[in-house]
């Protein structure tokens, strides 16, 4: 017997039965040949930006009365991210869920420090949505962020610490973290955006001149889409609605209205997605009404045609059985006058047709 073959899919989730909890496993698939460590570390008046290449070099930014944002790209360096957990005094649960890159949006608080684990998304060059987990780490006067590899949507927020734009200088740790999440979030609406453009362009693909099946694979890769959008975003309801009913001391209350604006940022942007995804089951719908519709058309035509030929068949059939008592089979004419009949019986019937709007 043959064996059946199977498509071959990605494993998303690699920790092991039966492994010890809080082991560091990284579960992602970029593998960062180089540990890339950038710190920022500032003050209303002052600032200072600096490429590392040790996590020691960044412990001495603990205890300072700066504010200070220390980011980890490359998350298969495992020793690393331990040395950083032991020195912050960190859970090892949270080391695990920094690594374990299939994780889902959360927050964890505690007594010194709030853990967040979210999903920066965005498209790229082919318009194929890219996501990434980043988890922070936000303590008195700290955050550090980790990314699995170069490149991220924060570029703004390090512009106004170089440039001194808007007040996150002259803010402590709470409002990095927030403008960290804002800009992860601001990045969400070009996704829907983006979404949005597509589903509208489908719509007017779907009586234009694509096939069958480029038409259902363009509907299945918004629906896998809409999907990873809306794993990746919903969580994060609960994730800022808790951090704007804090109640430690690591978040001011001045800065909990900006976490409530953010919340309301992630309410439009869910409830969008809701509406595409009903959009995009009604393109569903609409692309199977479509084949449902022209399958009918084709129906239509063979019956019509199946119809024409009933009465010919049956003129043709009774003059082509061999009795020899047929007055009609010895006539001269008799050819050309079946013929004749024939053609009119087609004639009118398509005519028949053609009033009945049939044609």
Known sequence: MAKKKQKKRTQHYKKQIGQIPGALI????????????????????????????SVDEAFHFKDSETATWFNLNGLNFIDEIERIGNYYNLHPLILEDIVNTSQRPKIDTYKDYIFIVLKMMYYDDAEHIVSEQVSMIMGKNYVLTFQ??????????RERIRKKKGRIRSEGADYLLYALIDAIV????????????????????????????????QIQDLKREILKIRRAIFPLREIISRLEKNDNNLIEEKTTHFFRDVYDHIIQVTETIDIYRDMIWSLMDMYMTTISNKMNEVMKVLTIIAT???????????????????????????????????????????????RKKWL
Do not use: C, R
Request: hydrophobic share 45%; net charge negative.
């Open 186 to 217: 601001d990045h969400y609406y070009a996704i829907i955006e983006t979404m949005g453009n597509k589903i509208e362009d489908l719509e007017d693909d779907l009586f234009t001149g694509l096939t069958q099946e480029e038409i259902a694979q």
């Open 148 to 157: 699995e590899s170069d490149g991220d949507v924060f570029d703004s927020v």
């Open 308 to 354: 024409i030929f009933i009465p010919l068949t049956f003129i043709a059939g009774i003059y082509g059985m061999n009795f020899e008592h047929m007055p009609e089979l010895h006539y001269q004419y008799g050819y050309y006058v079946v013929w004749v009949v024939m053609i009119v019986v087609l004639i009118g019937m398509l005519i028949y047709f053609k």
């Open 26 to 53: 990284y579960t992602g698939a970029k593998q960062n040949k180089a540990l890339h460590l950038h710190v920022f570390d500032y003050s209303e008046d002052d600032f200072k930006e600096a490429d590392i290449n």
